[in-house]
C-alpha cells in the first residue's frame, strides 16, 4: 500500500494529514468518476421530444402494475375462501370483497375513461405487450 502525505493549511495552521489508499480503492474510485464524468450528458434535453413515447412508457408502466395488481387481487380473493373454510367468514368476506376491488380496479379505471370519451388521450391503458 501507498502512503500520500499531505499538508492542510486551516486558519494559517499546518496539519499534516496522512492517508492509506488501497491500489483497489484507487482503480474503483477511478472507474466511478469515469462513470459519472460520462453520464453528464444523459441529464441534457432531447431536442427530439415526442409525447407520444412519453404516453407509449408510462402506458407499459402502469401496464405492469396492473398485471401486479391483478394477481394480488387474486391471491387476495383464494386467501378469503380459506379463510371462510378455516372458520373466520368475517376475515373471508372482508379478504374477498377486497381482492375483487384490487383485481377490477383498473379495468373500472380504463372503463370511465372509455365512457367519457378521454381514453385516446390518456396513458390508461394495458400497454404494447
Do not use: C, E, W
Amino acid at each position: 500500500m501507498k502512503k500520500m502525505k499531505h499538508s492542510l493549511q486551516i486558519a494559517g495552521r499546518s496539519l499534516a494529514v496522512a492517508l492509506t489508499v488501497n491500489p483497489r480503492l484507487r482503480l474503483a474510485l477511478l472507474l466511478a468518476a469515469l462513470f459519472a464524468v460520462n453520464t453528464f450528458s444523459a441529464f441534457a434535453q432531447s431536442t427530439t421530444f415526442n409525447s407520444t413515447d412519453l404516453k407509449t412508457g408510462i402506458s407499459n408502466s402502469l401496464a405492469v402494475i396492473m398485471m401486479f395488481g391483478f394477481v394480488l387481487g387474486i391471491s387476495a380473493v383464494i386467501y378469503g375462501g380459506f379463510a371462510i373454510r378455516r372458520g373466520d367468514v368475517d376475515q373471508g368476506k372482508m379478504s374477498i370483497i377486497g381482492g375483487a376491488i384490487i383485481a377490477a380496479a383498473p379495468a373500472a379505471v380504463f372503463a370511465f375513461y372509455k365512457i367519457f370519451g378521454i381514453d385516446s388521450n390518456s396513458a390508461v391503458g394495458v400497454g404494447n405487450f
